[in-house]
């Protein structure tokens, strides 16, 4: 009785150890694996797959395709819509990511006080982050609204022609680029806060001391040394701005980008050859372009930052 | 010499009258598009068009919700649920699956720890949303188009959140706790759940917010992979503006309500949101 208690206890304790030994080696890459699992099938497999589909043919009734060559690439490429809509992207970027840097380095700059009542500013600033793309959409077109909207109401007060918002280019662009700015200040100005928060207050009094005055301060010790911040924000601010549809989808009502394409956006053009049109290797194609840019893009960010962050040697 | 650098900083960081005005022009600017939508959406029809409405609000907002809930081409109240269900859902699985993750690369050996923690940042920079041809493809086979697991699936868990939750536990994380609690006979599994899991509690918070704003205002791919029978909220809400393109007192009330949830959310967490943009921040 006794001896074999001990015999099964020894063979458990192996067995444990091996156990044990198992699980040390084991767990690590069983607790990355769903990451990687998820990524691959629903990130990378798509993204691969979305190049071969480009060059086919698709039929979503039978639901494969035909290989065609490069046919969809020349269409979409000899295509008004897809430059128009390039330029629209870019512009409406553009008016969003400049004046967003600019505003929200103010506010920021606003908050970097002894402020009462500091959490109250802090999540005031923010409030327009949880708001829903749609719903911000839905409301500003009507602010926007060409012969009734509240803006031209407003322009007219100071003796300004009403706009037409909804029919000329740069104008929806501007309506557009108002969206994403009323959505993403406030979450880059608590970035921006953060950083200007991290600036040794040294620098502030060195400064002080020899005479500079609070915007003297503020140009010469703050920007400097936010600058690696501001960088880091414009360039995350790339990847999704690049990939605008909400917005413009919902600025008006048919949701095809105006009239004229006047501010039809590459993933709108994507959207609606795909499910518009039930072209699936027209819309590859297009994805694949649009990838393609962003890509360029990315490596131009990399560079960039590469390149400033080695001239500013105190930035992090 | 600590008390007086301490009195100059007071006195250099004093916010004027001008400082508090420039921040409640802010302020203002942050609230204005949601009471003037409330005005529109307490209004009638004609209230949107009238440059002489009045600033204070009408008295049919209640009416105006009522409509667009019953609504039965909005589907409201299986909007609403859809949205509860996808976001809790996704929140939850990002938070575990990251927790998980950031725990593996943060605090354990194994081959090939540093290139795979690379290949995740790296991932990162992969706008993956341009895949949703095969995607939708994908999911037409297994025929999973118009159910919320086509949504669900390929949101369960995010670079950005591994990386978050890498980032955290590397720091708060010490590693003799981990050691401890080996020696204690904790495989690692109870390691993780008792030791990695208390200690990423406030990183996993807000983690737990930020996908969850993602993931209620996420439009793009709920609207091609669901159908108007079983939308999420801003599936609806698109509707609602085709279906109700006249009166916008309707549209506007609609978009109020959508927005409504995540505005009470903020009441109680946005002060971890604050926190949690501005600690990352200090990390990129």
């Known amino acids: ?21 198992w699980d040390v080696k084991a767990s690590p890459y069983l607790y990355i694996a769903p990451f990687f699992i998820v990524f691959a099938l629903f990130g990378l497999f798509p993204i691969i797959y979305t190049a071969v589909i480009s060059l086919m043919d698709w039929d979503t009734i039978r639901n494969s395709g035909e290989y065609i060559g490069f046919g969809n690439f020349e269409y979409v490429l000899n295509d008004r819509k897809f430059w128009v809509s390039l330029r629209n992207t870019f512009s409406i970027f553009i008016l969003s990511s400049i004046p967003q840097i600019v505003i929200a380095t103010f506010v920021a700059a606003m908050l970097d006080h002894h402020l009462k009542a500091r959490t109250f500013w802090r999540m005031g600033v923010l409030v327009p982050y ?3 793309p749609v719903a911000v959409a839905l409301i500003f077109s009507q602010l926007y609204a060409d012969s009734y909207g509240l803006v031209n109401h407003w322009l007219g007060m100071i003796g300004i022609d009403p706009i037409q918002w909804h029919k000329d280019v740069i104008p929806s662009h501007v309506a557009i680029a108002s969206m994403v700015n009323f959505r993403w200040i406030g979450y880059n100005t608590l970035i921006l806060l953060a950083a200007m928060q991290a600036i040794p207050r040294e620098l502030y009094e060195a400064a002080a001391l020899d005479g500079a005055g609070k915007s003297r301060r503020f140009f010469s010790v703050t920007l400097p040394q936010i600058r690696p911040t501001a960088i880091f924000v414009i360039i995350t601010s790339t990847i999704g701005g690049l990939q605008i549809f909400d917005e413009p989808r919902m600025f008006d009502s048919a949701g095809n980008g105006g009239a004229d394409q006047q501010w039809l956006t590459i993933t709108m053009y994507m959207y609606n050859t795909g499910w518009g049109e039930l072209n699936f290797g027209r819309a590859s194609a297009i994805a694949w372009l649009l990838f393609l840019i962003i890509l360029v893009f990315g490596l131009l960010n990399f560079w960039l930052t590469r390149k400033f962050i080695s001239s500013d040697k105190g930035g992090e | 010499m600590a008390v007086f650098k301490r009195t100059s900083m007071v006195h250099l960081n004093r916010p004027t009258w001008f400082t508090y005005t420039a921040l409640a022009v802010v302020l203002l600017a942050s609230f204005f598009p949601f009471y003037w939508s409330f005005l529109i959406g307490s209004g009638d029809a004609t209230t949107v068009r009238d440059p002489n409405m009045s600033w204070l ?5 209640f009416d105006n919700a009522m409509t667009v809930i019953q609504n039965p081409a ?18 939850i699985s990002t938070v575990v699956l990251s927790t998980l993750a950031g725990f593996a690369f943060a605090k354990l050996r194994f081959k090939g720890n540093g290139p795979l923690f690379v290949a995740v940042i790296a991932t990162m920079a992969v706008p993956v949303q341009l895949g949703i041809v095969p995607l939708y493809i994908l999911m037409a086979q297994f025929g999973w188009t118009g ?5 669900i699936l390929p949101a369960l868990v995010t670079a950005f959140g591994v990386f978050w939750m ?6 708060s994380l010490p590693t003799e706790l981990i050691e401890a609690a080996r020696v204690d006979g904790c495989n690692m599994l109870r390691t993780f759940w008792h030791v990695a899991i208390p200690a990423a509690r406030p990183a996993a918070a807000m983690l737990f917010l930020f ?21 999420t909220l801003p599936v609806a809400l698109s509707l609602l503006q085709a279906n109700y393109f006249v009166d916008y007192s309707l549209v506007l009330a609609g978009a109020l309500l959508a927005t409504v949830p995540l505005l009470i959310m903020f009441i109680f967490t946005g002060r971890q949101l604050v926190a949690g943009i501005m600690a990352g921040a200090v990390k990129g």
Do not use: C, H
């Open chain 1, 1 to 21: 009785m006794a001896t074999t208690e001990l015999e099964t206890s020894r063979a458990d304790s192996v067995w444990r150890q091996r156990l044990s030994r």
């Open chain 1, 130 to 132: 949880v708001m829903m």
């Open chain 2, 57 to 61: 609000p009408g008295g049919n907002f």
């Open chain 2, 74 to 91: 909005v589907n409201f109240w299986k909007a609403l649920w859809n949205s509860i269900i996808v976001s809790t859902t996704v929140s």
């Open chain 2, 147 to 151: 159910s919320l697991g086509a949504v």
């Open chain 2, 166 to 171: 890498t980032q955290y536990l590397q720091q």
């Open chain 2, 211 to 231: 996908t969850f704003v993602t993931a209620w205002n996420n439009f793009l791919w709920p609207l091609i992979v669901l159908d108007q029978s079983n939308p």
